[in-house]
């Protein structure tokens, strides 16, 4: 791959959509092509499972359906999106990846992390991550922002954000233990401050990692 792939994860609330579009700005002024997408979705047939998904649709059938359902939108996602943009030499930023698969299904224990890592391999292969920025907050604090964007937006909860606050807590540590066990792809970011401060903490973050001369240099 000539490009870059950076990948934020986090529980509900942690601003990553925020972060995502003030970062492609950032690269966007250095002159860097940069391609924002999501998980789920990201692409035309992604978008419909991601529909499903967030509408429970998924639930009703157990964790493993929804795994799968996952996967089968992450693989279109990876070949028509993410692929192709990285082959280019594109810096792509993804709302959620992989990860966030592993923490949702996998936080309960439902789904073992033999299948949901088998499925990676499937799916994903060898287009990981170069760096997976993981916003990291309480679980109250996330659910209390989440809130407040739905009000702002009169929008209902999905599927997610109606799980208890004992299910979002542990989501959290899902995500630090995936932080803990991949110290080399992975880095924590405290995502409780304001936004233009966690914004800066990335850049830091992504400079340090990823170096500035192979994040500003197009290929």
Known sequence: MKGLFITLEGGEGAGKSTQVE??????????RETVVTREPGGSPR??????????GEGKAFGPLAEALMFSAARADHVETVIRPALARGAVVLCDRFAD???AYQGS???VDEATLRALERVVVG????????ILDLPADIGLTRAAARRREGRQAADRFEQEDIDFHARLREAFLAIARAEPERCAVIDARGEPGQVADEIWRTIRE???????LTRP
């Open 46 to 55: 992604a978008e419909l499972i991601r529909a499903s998904i967030l509408a």
């Open 100 to 102: 966030s698969t592993r």
């Open 108 to 110: 309960r224990g439902e």
């Open 209 to 215: 990692r990823v170096g500035v001369k192979t994040l």
């Open 22 to 31: 003030r970062l492609s700005r950032r690269l966007r002024d250095s002159g």
């Open 126 to 133: 060898a287009t990981k991550p170069n760096l997976t920025l």
